[in-house]
């Protein structure tokens, strides 16, 4: 079964909100003190690094009851904790979980040849010392016995972090296991993340990368046809 980590940051039902854009200062207190005023609070968790236990700048919070997440959406999105200003959404909501510059950066790597004991807690713990992790670890799993694949996904805030990911952590052991790590193929492509376009993209607008990917793609190719049609 998934662990306790799965059951609190991978949860994604209409009774839990994502808080992004908080201050180090934020603790679980001051979160659960702030949300309790809008309704009875069922939990509250706060995603930080094993080593320096300094957050990543985001929070889940889960109510009792299902329509108080939205409710809290509507009346504290866009309060000041600190001088930032809160961002919140509820979870299940699309890129929920990531900053709004690192929704679509693309350092995004495979694990494979992982041991089946290996959960998504062990993952997170293993790989957030190398940056910010901006959603939970995907391991595959089974449908029926939901045992373990072996083969997982982590996306990173950058291309640095995830590049000192593979680099560090490719050909090492793992729950008694060597595993490969490098970076992930794009979906329904042969092409992997962690192009030079991609970096380029990421480095100017990281919040346009899936729409500017492609033309990018298939500019050269349209350029390079009509010099050819002039010459015959």
Do not use: C
């Not at 998934?2 to 991978?10: C, G, N, V």
């Not at 994604?12 to 603790?27: A, E, F, H, K």
Request: charged content about 30%.
């Amino acid at each position: 079964s998934h662990s306790q980590f799965s059951q609190d940051i991978e949860r994604r039902d209409s009774s839990t909100v994502y808080v992004g854009n908080i201050d180090q200062l934020v603790t679980n207190k001051l979160l659960w003190e702030l949300f309790i005023q809008v309704a009875p609070v069922e939990h509250v968790h706060i995603p930080k690094d094993r080593i320096t236990q300094e957050h990543f700048g985001f929070a889940f919070v889960q109510f009792k009851e299902d329509p108080n997440a939205q409710y809290a959406v509507d009346i504290l999105n866009g309060i000041k904790l600190y001088g930032k200003s809160l961002k919140i959404r509820l979870s299940n909501e699309k890129g929920a979980l990531s900053s709004d510059k690192a929704k679509h950066i693309g350092a995004k790597i495979h694990i494979s040849q992982l041991e089946p004991n290996v959960d998504e807690k062990v993952l997170y713990e293993t790989f957030s010392v190398f940056g910010n992790i901006i959603a939970p670890p995907e391991i595959k799993r089974d449908l029926d016995t939901n045992v373990s694949k072996g083969t997982a996904f982590i996306s990173f805030d950058s291309f640095v972090s995830s590049d000192k990911a593979i680099e560090a952590m490719n050909g090492e052991w793992l729950g008694g296991r060597k595993i490969k790590v490098r970076y992930a193929k794009m979906k329904g492509s042969e092409q992997t993340y962690g192009s030079e376009a991609q970096r380029f993209l990421a480095a100017n607008d990281p919040t346009q990368l899936p729409t500017l990917k492609k033309s990018i793609m298939k500019k050269p190719a349209k350029h390079s046809r009509k010099p050819r049609s002039r010459r015959r």
